[in-house]
């Protein structure tokens, strides 16, 4: 798979050094964090975040004035290690490890324009933090939350909105997490045994919520952020490709991923509005992932076990095999929409089913099975929910309940292509009321 973006050239000019900081932000932070934790140990987790900032600050202020390097990444991991060094020698602990971390230090920063060695234990490392975070110590709420935060660089904002919350709840998540670490000297490992499979639930929940942010961005200018999307398959094919990980379950989530994100190239137009499948011009989806998401599908299959990751992955096969919107498989999809739905009683999967009610059975149907949706309330504030009452009383030519329900996904949409894209709906049901002969009035 190709990346999703390139980095800034590194003689950008002044203008460019914001761009280039904020893409090594994403693409870096992570593998920074990582192998300061090993090099320092999980209970210094918070110093490896506050660092890995300050080397982020120093580019901003420093680069502009004398260049960017041949190899920013390498700077930054060098100034990073070395802002570390700096903190840890005021402990009086550090003086008992202070030979061993010096050499690893100074061993493995080499000339800041060569890149960072050792490629092999900086996965590895990044897989020990993983683990780290989805400890079973961690309360569960927080431990997404801190893979999100210390692996893929999101913010406070990001989070809460993948999770549906306050950024107030999730700073406190954080806290609390990385003091846990701390407090109960969690070890930077990956474990094995009976407790492997609990944290493997953990991280794989945590790569898939990463994925979701960036198929669907949460905040910011742009529908879809393809770097984080990338990031997430990143670590999961590391996942997948590590003996503690290779497991169907695993390959399923992979494939899940791949199979979606075949689709970005053609999720949005040139304006950056989101486009449905059957507006999309499917040559632009990438082949190559398909064939990738199909293999890890075909993996996922090895033993008896079929997990939620199956079926979405399933689902998206649907749309990826189909040649046209027209032939697209709707009743195997509904299929495995039941199975899921039988799984997870969740909202959100009800609601993604009614869709596909819809398609099988007609918009009436659609609308029944919304209505029949256990805790439908807490959809309430669920901007897609009302798109798909709209689009259902739409199909139905109920213009004025579906211009009311447009209306209202518009005012609870946050990103402008979502609303563009809504607004747009709303005015195509106006324009249909204003074509729509007055009723003649009786005679008094």
């Given at each position: 798979?190709?990346?999703?973006?390139?980095?800034?050239?590194p003689?950008?000019?002044e203008?460019?050094?914001?761009?280039?900081?904020?893409?090594?932000?994403r693409?870096?932070?992570?593998?920074?964090?990582?192998?300061?934790?090993?090099?320092?140990?999980?209970?210094?987790?918070?110093?490896?975040e506050d660092?890995?900032?300050?080397?982020?600050?120093r580019?901003?202020?420093t680069?502009?004035?004398?260049?960017?390097?041949?190899?920013?990444?390498?700077?930054?991991?060098q100034?990073?290690?070395?802002l570390?060094l700096?903190?840890?020698?005021?402990?009086k602990?550090?003086?008992?490890?202070q030979?061993?971390?010096?050499?690893?230090?100074?061993?493995q920063?080499?000339?800041?324009e060569?890149?960072?060695?050792?490629?092999?234990?900086?996965?590895?490392?990044?897989?020990?933090?993983?683990?780290?975070?989805?400890?079973?110590?961690?309360?569960?709420?927080?431990?997404?939350?801190?893979?999100?935060?210390?692996?893929?660089?999101?913010?406070?904002?990001?989070?809460?909105?993948?999770?549906?919350t306050?950024?107030?709840?999730?700073?406190?998540r954080?806290?609390?997490?990385?003091?846990?670490?701390?407090?109960?000297?969690?070890?930077?490992?990956?474990?094995?045994?009976?407790?492997?499979?609990?944290?493997?639930?953990?991280?794989?929940?945590?790569?898939?919520l990463?994925f979701?942010?960036?198929?669907?961005?949460?905040?910011?200018?742009?529908?879809?952020?393809?770097?984080?999307?990338?990031?997430?398959?990143r670590?999961?094919?590391?996942?997948?490709?590590?003996?503690?990980?290779?497991?169907?379950?695993?390959?399923?989530?992979l494939a899940?991923?791949?199979?979606?994100g075949?689709?970005?190239?053609?999720?949005?137009?040139?304006?950056?509005n989101?486009?449905?499948?059957k507006?999309?011009?499917?040559?632009?989806?990438?082949?190559e992932?398909?064939?990738?998401?199909?293999?890890?599908?075909?993996?996922?299959?090895?033993?008896?076990?079929?997990?939620?990751?199956?079926?979405?992955?399933?689902?998206?096969?649907?749309?990826?095999?189909?040649?046209?919107?027209?032939?697209?498989?709707?009743?195997?999809?509904?299929?495995?929409?039941?199975?899921l739905?039988?799984?997870?009683?969740?909202?959100?999967?009800?609601?993604?089913?009614?869709?596909?009610?819809?398609?099988v059975?007609?918009?009436?149907?659609?609308?029944?099975?919304?209505?029949?949706i256990?805790?439908?309330?807490?959809?309430?504030?669920?901007?897609?929910?009302y798109?798909?009452?709209?689009?259902?009383?739409?199909?139905l030519?109920?213009?004025?309940?579906?211009?009311?329900?447009?209306?209202?996904?518009?005012?609870?949409?946050?990103?402008?292509?979502?609303?563009?894209?809504?607004?747009?709906?709303?005015?195509?049901?106006?324009?249909?009321?204003?074509?729509q002969?007055?009723?003649?009035?009786?005679?008094l």
């Open positions: 798979m190709e990346a999703a973006g390139k980095a800034p050239s003689t950008a000019s203008a460019d050094v914001p761009q280039l900081t904020e893409h090594l932000f693409q870096e932070s992570g593998k920074l964090v990582s192998v300061l934790t090993g090099i320092f140990g999980a209970d210094r987790l918070q110093m490896a660092v890995v900032q300050e080397a982020l600050v580019a901003m202020q680069w502009p004035y004398q260049g960017v390097p041949k190899n920013p990444a390498a700077w930054l991991m100034t990073a290690k070395h570390a700096d903190l840890v020698r005021r402990e602990r550090f003086h008992e490890k030979p061993e971390i010096i050499a690893q230090v100074e061993g920063a080499g000339d800041a060569d890149p960072p060695s050792l490629d092999g234990e900086i996965k590895d490392d990044r897989l020990r933090l993983m683990f780290t975070c989805c400890h079973p110590l961690i309360p569960p709420d927080s431990q997404a939350a801190l893979s999100l935060k210390t692996l893929c660089g999101l913010g406070t904002t990001e989070i809460a909105a993948a999770f549906l306050t950024e107030a709840a999730i700073a406190k954080l806290t609390r997490a990385r003091q846990r670490i701390q407090e109960q000297k969690i070890p930077f490992e990956i474990p094995c045994g009976p407790e492997l499979a609990s944290r493997l639930d953990g991280v794989r929940q945590t790569l898939l990463l979701n942010e960036g198929y669907k961005a949460s905040s910011g200018e742009t529908l879809v952020r393809e770097d984080i999307c990338a990031e997430a398959i670590l999961t094919t590391l996942l997948a490709e590590h003996p503690a990980g290779n497991q169907p379950r695993t390959h399923a989530l899940l991923m791949l199979l979606n075949a689709r970005l190239p053609a999720r949005v137009d040139s304006d950056g989101i486009l449905r499948l507006e999309q011009n499917r040559s632009l989806w990438n082949r992932m398909i064939a990738r998401g199909i293999m890890h599908l075909g993996r996922s299959a090895a033993g008896d076990e079929l997990s939620e990751y199956h079926l979405h992955a399933g689902i998206a096969a649907c749309h990826d095999t189909a040649a046209d919107d027209a032939s697209t498989d709707w009743r195997q999809i509904l299929a495995l929409y039941d199975r739905a039988a799984m997870d009683d969740s909202p959100v999967i009800a609601l993604n089913r009614a869709v596909a009610v819809a398609n059975h007609g918009p009436a149907q659609g609308l029944k099975a919304v209505q029949a256990s805790g439908r309330a807490e959809l309430s504030s669920y901007y897609l929910l798109a798909v009452l709209g689009e259902f009383e739409s199909q030519d109920n213009d004025l309940v579906a211009a009311s329900h447009f209306h209202r996904a518009a005012q609870l949409a946050d990103l402008k292509s979502e609303q563009a894209f809504l607004a747009q709906r709303l005015r195509d049901c106006e324009e249909r009321l204003k074509s002969p007055t009723p003649a009035r009786g005679c």
